[in-house]
Antibody, heavy 121, light 108 residues
Framework: EVQLVESGGGLVQPGGSLRLSCAAS????????MHWVRQAPGKGLEYVSA????????YYGDSVKGRFTISRDNSKNTLFLQMGSLRAEDMGVYYC??????????????WGQGTLVTVSS | DIQLTQSPSFLSASVGDRVTITCRAS??????LAWYQQKPGKPPNLLIY???TLQSGVPSRFSGSGSGTEFTLTISSLQPEDFATYYC??????????FGQGTKLEIK
C-alpha cells in the first residue's frame, strides 16, 4: 500500500524558516516524480514545487521561487521542502503527492494527509 | 505559467441531477488535464486523468471530455457522496502544474 506521511509543520514567525518532510513507503520511491501542493485555510489548491525521480530537476510555482527548495533522499525514501522567508500567505496545509505513473505526469495519484504550517508572530 | 479557469465556482444541485463543470486553459494543453474531488479535511482524490480516462475505482457516473483549451467534468446522476469541491489541474510539458480555482458542489 502506498503511503505518504508529511511532518515538520508548525508555528513559525514571519521571515522564519521551516523544513517539511514526506516519508514514502509501499512503492519504489526513486522511480517517481514527487510534488508539494498547499492549501490556505478555506481556499483552493496551489501547486508549490516538484522534483524529478532522480532529484536532478526541480520546479517551483512563482509565489515560492527563490524562497523554497525541494529535494529528496532516495536512500531514505523521503521528500523535503525547505521553506524560507516565510510570509502570512504561506500559511496552510502542505501535501506531498506522487505521480500516478512512472516517468509520466498524468495526475497526482497518491497524496499524504498534509501538515499544517502557521505563520504568525 | 498556464492559467486554468473553472466555471461555475459554486453549484447547487439535487441528488439525481446531471451536472457539468467547465475548465478553460489559457493556452492549449492537448489532453494533459486531470480532475480531482476534495472533501473537507481530506486530501484531493484523483478522478480523471488525460482529460477523459477514469482513475481506477472511480464510479462510472463521472466522465471527462475535451482537449486543447476547453474541458468538462460531468456527473451523470449525483449521489449524496458527490457533494464536494472539484478541481482541474493541467499537466502540460513541465511543472508548475497549476490548478483551477475549484468548484464547490452543494446540495440544493
Amino acid at each position: 500500500e502506498v503511503q505518504l506521511v508529511e511532518s515538520g509543520g508548525g508555528l513559525v514567525q514571519p521571515g522564519g524558516s521551516l523544513r517539511l518532510s514526506c516519508a514514502a513507503s509501499g512503492f519504489t520511491f526513486s522511480n517517481y516524480g514527487m510534488h508539494w501542493v498547499r492549501q490556505a485555510p478555506g481556499k483552493g489548491l496551489e501547486y508549490v514545487s516538484a522534483v524529478s525521480s532522480n532529484g536532478d530537476s526541480t520546479y517551483y510555482g512563482d509565489s515560492v521561487k527563490g524562497r523554497f527548495t525541494i529535494s529528496r533522499d532516495n536512500s531514505k525514501n523521503t521528500l523535503f521542502l525547505q521553506m524560507g522567508s516565510l510570509r502570512a500567505e504561506d500559511m496552510g496545509v502542505y501535501y506531498c503527492a506522487r505521480d500516478r505513473l512512472i516517468a509520466a505526469a498524468t495526475g497526482l495519484g497518491y497524496w499524504g494527509q498534509g501538515t499544517l504550517v502557521t505563520v504568525s508572530s | 505559467d498556464i492559467q486554468l479557469t473553472q466555471s461555475p465556482s459554486f453549484l447547487s444541485a439535487s441528488v439525481g441531477d446531471r451536472v457539468t463543470i467547465t475548465c478553460r486553459a489559457s493556452q492549449g494543453i492537448a489532453s494533459n488535464l486531470a480532475w480531482y474531488q476534495q472533501k473537507p479535511g481530506k486530501p484531493p482524490n484523483l478522478l480523471i486523468y488525460a482529460a477523459s480516462t477514469l482513475q481506477s475505482g472511480v464510479p462510472s457516473r463521472f466522465s471527462g471530455s475535451g482537449s486543447g483549451t476547453e474541458f468538462t467534468l460531468t456527473i451523470s446522476s449525483l449521489q449524496p457522496e458527490d457533494f464536494a469541491t472539484y478541481y482541474c489541474q493541467q499537466l502540460n510539458s513541465y511543472p508548475p502544474y497549476t490548478f483551477g480555482q475549484g468548484t464547490k458542489l452543494e446540495i440544493k
